[in-house]
C-alpha cells in the first residue's frame, strides 16, 4: 500500500498555484521542484511544493 499524498505546484515568478501532483513523503523528504509551463507567465518556470 503506497504513501502517495497530494501536493500543490506553484510559479516561483507570479506564485500562482497552476499544477497538482503526488509524492511518497516516507521516500521523498525534501520539497518537489519542477520545470513546468506557466499559462500567467507564458513560459517556463520552476514549480515548488507549497502548503495545502
Do not use: G, P
Not at 501532483?21 to 517556463?44: H, M, T
Amino acid at each position: 500500500m503506497s504513501q502517495d499524498f497530494l501536493i500543490k505546484l506553484a510559479c516561483k515568478d507570479c506564485k500562482r498555484i497552476n499544477y497538482w501532483s503526488s509524492k511518497n513523503k516516507k521516500k521523498v523528504e525534501r520539497k518537489i521542484e519542477l520545470k513546468k509551463y506557466c499559462k500567467w507567465c507564458k513560459k517556463q518556470t520552476k514549480h515548488t511544493e507549497i502548503k495545502k
